[in-house]
């Protein structure tokens, strides 16, 4: 949290919410992506979907490959570009940078 900063999330909302706020299991709507509604793994795991796939490519991809991409200004295009492209169908539960995860795909919002 960073009080005052737009990409940061109230205090009251710190944490990874409720299902209700995060339109999860019981709360998901008939246009939410199937795994919110699921409940178990499938939840858990769609619910953290864009942390691992995040996670994944920077533990995934070779050393000469970053590298070569930190050394020149294509990389923070890189990063925006897959974090904007995952985050369509990806979730973090939490995250302000994500919509909640009962949220439909073609959702547009600020919050999470």
Request: charged residues 20%.
């Amino acid at each position: 949290m960073q009080r005052g900063s737009p990409e940061s999330k109230p205090a009251r909302d710190i944490g990874t919410e409720s299902d209700e706020a995060q339109r999860a299991g019981r709360h998901a709507r008939a246009d939410s992506p199937a795994p919110a509604g699921a409940g178990g793994v499938r939840q858990a795991l769609f619910s953290r979907s864009l942390g691992l796939a995040m996670g994944g490519v920077f533990v995934l991809i070779s050393p000469e490959f970053w590298s070569r991409t930190f050394q020149n200004w294509l990389s923070e295009f890189l990063a925006i570009a897959s974090m904007a492209i995952l985050s369509v169908w990806l979730r973090q539960r939490g995250s302000p940078e994500s919509k909640p995860v009962g949220a439909a795909h073609s959702t547009t919002q600020v919050g999470g």
